[in-house]
């Protein structure tokens, strides 16, 4: 059974930092593309970064670029979020998804997600 | 990046109804979209990808249909668990984007 387990969340003065860990189960985890998508109290989805299944290529939307650092370790089958400069809006419940096979791909595992809430 | 509207932003049906929901992206995506569910206080669980194709252990009152820039999620035979928020998602092109949601109740 694939299991996405998440932690690191909490409660973080604007302008800090957080790192957010996955720990992955169930499947080998150094074949697939990961991604961590967000999403505010109330409000939709919103794709926060990815990275290929070596670690060689990351991506990241222009609200998070140079602030957010995705990275993983095939060796301990987890996947991180390092989170510099935070903002309000960067308030939100944060997943850790794996893609289904293949990148560009759909989230086809999902994990019970954290929240991060910025705030002074 | 490719824009998804998503559509109604809210639904009430009857138990036992067929609903649908409409998700139009603003490029075509060549059938390069999913569904996905999510109940109250839930991750979102994948529904269907490619468009049609079924994740396994999804129930077959769900479908997905649609080609281009035109998709729909339908569900036959409404029942008390598919309350949730149902969102479109493209994954044709990155930035892969989202539908903004449609929220399904029961009347």
């Known amino acids: 059974e694939v299991q996405l387990v998440e932690s690191g969340g909490g409660l973080v003065q604007p302008g800090r930092s957080l790192k957010l860990s996955c720990a992955a189960s169930g499947f080998t985890f150094s074949n697939y593309y990961m991604a961590w998508v967000r999403q505010a109290p109330k409000k939709g989805l919103e794709w926060v970064a990815t990275?290929?299944?070596?670690?060689?290529?990351?991506y990241y939307p222009d609200s998070v670029k140079g602030r957010f650092t995705i990275s993983r370790d095939n060796a301990k089958s987890s996947l991180y979020l390092q989170m510099n400069s935070l903002k309000s809006e960067d308030t939100a419940t944060y997943y850790c998804?794996?893609?289904?096979?293949?990148?560009?791909?759909?989230?086809?595992?999902w994990g019970q997600g954290v929240m991060v809430t910025v705030s002074s | 990046d490719i824009q998804m509207t998503q559509s109604p932003a809210s639904l009430s049906a009857s138990l036992g109804e067929t609903v649908s929901i409409e998700c139009l992206a603003s490029?075509?995506?060549?059938?390069?979209l999913a569904w996905y569910q999510q109940k109250s206080g839930k991750s979102p669980q994948l529904l269907i990808y490619?468009?049609?194709r079924l994740q396994d252990g999804v129930p077959s009152r769900f479908s997905g249909s649609g080609s281009g820039t035109q998709y729909s999620l339908k569900i036959n035979s409404l029942q008390s668990e598919d309350v949730s928020i149902y969102f479109c998602q493209q994954n044709y092109d990155s930035p892969l984007t989202f539908g903004s949601g449609t929220k399904l109740e029961i009347k």
């Open positions: 490619t468009a049609n």
């Open positions: 990275i290929s299944t070596s670690g060689s290529r990351t």
């Open positions: 490029e075509g995506i060549s059938n390069d």
């Open positions: 998804a794996r893609y289904g096979p293949g990148y560009p791909s759909y989230y086809g595992y």
